[in-house]
């Protein structure tokens, strides 16, 4: 067979948005969203690090999907079962400080002993709240980006993450089959949900454009995301299991990443900053086999 790359057009249209304002917490999806250098303005933009300034995730304390947020104002309003609601100013910090997330020791802001307090009261951990300083430049991995610099704030490692709805149907058609029930996107904690593809098209897609009022807007799907546990941590209990992950070894273990499990497609801003995505939106997206 041809080893031979060839292109072909689709139709995708923007089914959901989401932002994670604190990472590995819960999540919200606005109607709209503003990309910034490093994503989805407000994606990932604070942290809970613990008493070595160490990131920390669902991977330890599951309970963290239980924070929702939501936007009030000019305030980020923070709840969890049992807690009085944490209010953040948007253009508030403390103290600079420095932080790690993976490998990369980057620059941030302390949010204070009142908001660590709220955290290590409800996640009975010592934890303080960091907010990635804006001036800090944090890159993916050029092996992936080519000579794109795609900027990062505290997400794992790419801007974006693209799921689509044919992907998930097809993994809650599994695990209807072994017994369970459906789950929904937060398992995947995407930031761009894509209808009019098939289950995993996403895989194959080169660049995505869309038109907005602003200007086009152009992403490149530059990596398959591997998937660790989070998948597994139920965001309305918090309560951890095994189901979501043992379908998807199933079906998904990936020879482009060595055989790990993969869903969802990382991508990287080709042109769009300071334009806005809108539910609804329909582009174009190249398919690269």
């Known amino acids: 067979m041809s080893k031979e790359t060839f292109n072909k057009d689709v139709d995708v249209r923007v089914q959901a948005l989401h932002i994670y304002p604190i990472k590995s917490c819960g999540g919200i999806a606005p109607t709209e969203a503003l990309l910034i250098e490093t994503g989805f303005d407000l994606d990932r933009a604070w942290m809970l690090v613990d008493e070595h300034r160490e990131f920390v995730t669902q991977r330890e304390l599951p309970r963290m999907a239980l924070v929702q947020p939501s936007l009030k104002h000019e305030d980020l309003v923070l709840r969890a079962p049992g807690m009085l609601a944490l209010h953040l100013s ?108 098939d289950a995993h098209g996403e895989d194959h897609l080169d660049e995505i454009a869309f038109d907005t009022p602003e200007g086009p807007v152009r992403l490149k799907l530059v990596k398959p995301c591997t998937r660790c546990s989070i998948p597994d941590v139920d965001p309305q209990s918090g309560e951890p299991g095994h189901a979501v992950g043992d379908a998807l070894a199933g079906y998904r273990a990936d020879p482009r990443m060595d055989g790990a499990i993969t869903f969802g497609m990382n991508a990287v801003i080709v042109e769009g900053v300071d334009r806005v995505l809108r539910v609804g939106t329909v582009g174009g997206a190249s398919i690269r086999f």
């Open 90 to 197: 948007l253009s508030g910090v403390e103290a600079p400080v420095r932080v790690r997330v993976w490998t990369d020791t980057v620059a941030a802001f302390d949010m204070g002993d009142l908001a660590a307090q709220w955290f290590s009261d409800f996640l009975g951990r010592k934890l303080r709240l960091a907010r990635f300083d804006p001036d800090q430049r944090r890159l993916s991995d050029m092996r992936w980006t080519g000579a794109l610099q795609a900027e990062n704030g505290f997400a794992d490692g790419f801007p974006l993450l693209v799921t689509s709805t044919a992907s998930l149907d097809e993994l809650n058609q599994r695990l209807r089959a072994q017994g369970h029930a459906d789950v929904t996107q937060a398992r995947m904690r995407p930031n761009l949900v894509l209808d009019g593809l």
